[in-house]
């Protein structure tokens, strides 16, 4: 709460109002103090109520701009193995990554937890290396477009 404060008049039915000034003597407080001490934490559950709504807005936004992004990737690219694109992509979105600040690292982290699931041969994970990174290069330069 801010130092600035504003005063507003309430009507209560008469057992609250005893309510509060008794309750309030006995918490050590002004009946106004208790008053926005409870309040607040009403203000505060709301708080992230709106902040949890609009954190949920951008994810689906971002979310939204990385299947375009993959949309666009391979309809340019028409290689057989796109679907690990979209494993990758699924897997950025799940792990809240940035796609712009991507690497190789993150390429070589998929790639790992994606064997271990899998019997893939070195030559596909290859493969599938060569063309993340070009999927890598092709978000970049859309970054870099907008």
């Given at each position: 709460m801010g130092s600035e404060t504003k005063k507003i008049c309430i009507e209560l039915p008469d057992h609250l109002v005893d309510f509060v000034e008794t309750f309030s003597r006995l918490v050590a407080m002004t009946p106004n103090q208790l008053l926005a001490h409870i309040l607040k934490y009403y203000y505060d559950a709301f708080k992230v109520g709106r902040d949890s709504a609009i954190l949920e807005q951008l994810e689906e936004r971002v979310k939204k701009q990385v299947e375009k992004l993959l949309d666009e990737f391979t309809r340019n690219y028409r290689g057989h193995e796109t679907h690990i694109v979209k494993?990758?992509?699924?897997?950025?979105?799940?792990?809240?990554k940035k796609l712009g600040e991507l690497g190789e690292n993150d390429i070589e982290e998929f790639l790992r937890l994606y064997s271990m699931e899998r019997s893939i041969s070195s030559s596909s994970v290859s493969k599938y290396r060569r063309l993340l990174k070009k999927f890598l290069e092709y978000a970049k330069e859309s970054c870099e477009r907008v």
């Open positions: 494993k990758f992509t699924k897997w950025v979105i799940d792990n809240a």
